[in-house]
């Protein structure tokens, strides 16, 4: 195929089916149905060819013209493709995960149609050639989760949607700021390997100092770093599948994304050092991974716990960004598709108990395991892997983030991650053990489920990430595994 064909065709196979979407009547499951699963298998099918190319080193390269002088660029690199990947594939398995979700509820297709311009825009983000096009795709993501997030209607989501609504506008309006005063002093601006900035260091230093904050600071509200996470924990109004998508996939994954973005290929990890700018980075990270994970130990509702342990564990891909070093570049990349498959796992769970026992709370747990012993062994595989333990995905991240730590003269960093480790078995291990061990009141094990949770739309889902959790740790030394990926990235970022 045509490489200039194949970018914009993996980003309007899901924007023309969410425009489709929309026209369709609440009474048209079938064509509904249809239309989602060929508009996720074509994009699948579509990434996966990209990852060959870009593994073969074939350039790809795209500009859209809107208007005279308004031009969306898209580019394929290592890191872009790294993420647009775990998008495709995720947002696949949500799909189906979403069909049988939302089987009986209303306003089907607006949910669906806003859902599928969501993964459009997270996909724009992923294969923007230069900070214009990723403002332009990083603001539609805002737009198109708003609806979802307040898609259950009452003044609790609307609440939340008008919270989320100003965290994520103010921080657009400060990263558009930022942009517009970086392209003042630079022109145009284009991600590359190494940065772009360099030139222009002697003259600007104070200037970029103070732009690269403000850029930090717009895209960590979406990133929810601390104290800008506040938008994240009310946003769990949301049905599972966009707590599973914001999570895993598209809000907090951009902003995270970004930051790496601006780092590693706008101003370049040599240039962030030399002006003083990872260490500061750094501390911020670690601070919001402490406090996530201290938050998350006082919330009882699952969906409260697993967000603001979404707040701890995204921030692992900042602080990977934040070391100068290869290793930690390693760590903190490979965490971007870690994160997402075992918080993906979390999530898909959560929503299996609330649909079929009408668990919320992780006080009403005990026993689950009995009662739905797919759900919780994925569940359990998640939540171990966030945790850290050995082989699954998350030791391999948080061994090259000690590895990297180290290396890059910021030895501190093991104590924090340690201390990340023993609060994270401090939340996950009681649910577990509540889940497996303990036992409900007489009526609760009586009691059947209020509704059949159908297997190969609600539990295969989390069953099949979870089995991607142990493969990515398992076999992190094969070709193409996550692993192996993000070395090829780091290598390309010190090595450009």
Not at 132 to 152: A, C, Q
Not at 425 to 435: D, E, K, S, T
Request: charged letters at 10%; glycine letters at 8%; aromatic letters at 12%.
């Amino acid at each position: 195929m045509n490489s200039a064909l194949l970018l914009p065709m993996i980003l309007f196979s899901s924007f023309f089916t969410g425009l489709i979407i929309f026209f369709l009547g609440e009474s048209m499951h079938k064509a509904r149905t249809f239309l989602n699963l060929l508009g996720a298998v074509l994009k699948v099918v579509l990434v996966v060819q990209l990852l060959a190319g870009v593994h073969a080193e074939e350039p790809y390269h795209s500009v859209l013209k809107l208007a005279p002088g308004v031009e969306i660029v898209l580019t394929a690199d290592a890191l872009s493709v790294f993420f647009v990947t775990l998008s495709a594939a995720l947002w696949l398995l949500t799909t189906i995960y979403a069909i049988g979700y939302l089987e009986r509820s209303p306003n089907r297709s607006r949910f669906f149609g806003f859902f599928s311009i969501c993964v459009s825009a997270t996909t724009g983000v992923a294969l923007s050639g230069n900070l214009i096009t990723f403002l332009l795709f990083y603001e539609l993501l805002t737009l198109s989760t708003y609806p979802l997030v307040i898609h259950k209607g009452g003044d609790k989501a609307l609440r939340a949607g008008q919270r989320y609504l100003a965290y994520t506008l103010i921080g657009g309006a400060i990263l558009l700021f930022a942009i517009a005063w970086l392209q003042s002093l630079a022109g145009p601006v284009a991600f590359v390997p190494g940065g772009a900035l360099a030139p222009f260091a002697d003259e600007h230093a104070w200037e970029l100092k103070v732009i690269f904050a403000l850029l930090i600071l717009g895209l960590g509200v979406k990133a929810a770093i601390v104290p800008l996470h506040g938008w994240l924990p009310n946003a769990m109004v949301a049905p599972a599948p966009v707590s599973s998508l914001l999570h895993a996939v598209a809000v907090v994954k951009a902003g995270a994304f970004g930051i790496v973005r601006m780092v590693y290929e706008v101003y370049g990890i040599e240039l962030s050092r030399d002006l003083g700018l990872l260490h500061p980075l750094a501390i911020v990270a670690s601070i919001t991974i402490l406090y996530g994970s201290f938050c998350a130990l006082a919330q009882d509702e699952l969906k409260k716990r697993l967000a603001y342990s979404t707040v701890s564990q995204v921030s692992y891909i900042v602080l990977g960004a934040a070391i100068f070093g290869p290793v930690a570049t390693i760590g903190g990349i490979v965490h971007l598709f870690h994160q997402g498959i075992m918080k993906i796992t979390l999530f898909f769970a959560a929503g299996n108990y609330a649909q079929a026992l009408g668990i919320h709370r992780i006080s009403q747990m005990n026993g689950v395991g009995r009662k739905m012993p797919w759900t919780t062994v994925a569940f359990s595989v998640g939540a171990l892997g966030m945790i850290g333990v050995p082989p699954l995905a998350g030791y391999v991240s948080k061994w090259y983030l000690q590895k990297g730590g180290v290396e890059g003269g910021e030895p501190w960093i093991s104590a924090v991650l340690s201390m990340s480790s023993l609060l994270n078995a401090a939340y996950f291990l009681p649910i577990l053990y509540r889940a497996w061990f303990l036992s409900g009141s007489p009526e609760q094990e009586a009691a059947s489920p209020a509704k059949r949770t159908d297997w190969w739309m609600l539990v295969l889902p989390p069953v099949l990430t979870a089995l991607f959790v142990v493969y990515a740790g398992a076999f992190a030394e094969t070709p193409y595994s996550p692993l192996e990926w993000a070395k090829m990235i780091a290598q390309r970022e010190y090595e450009p």
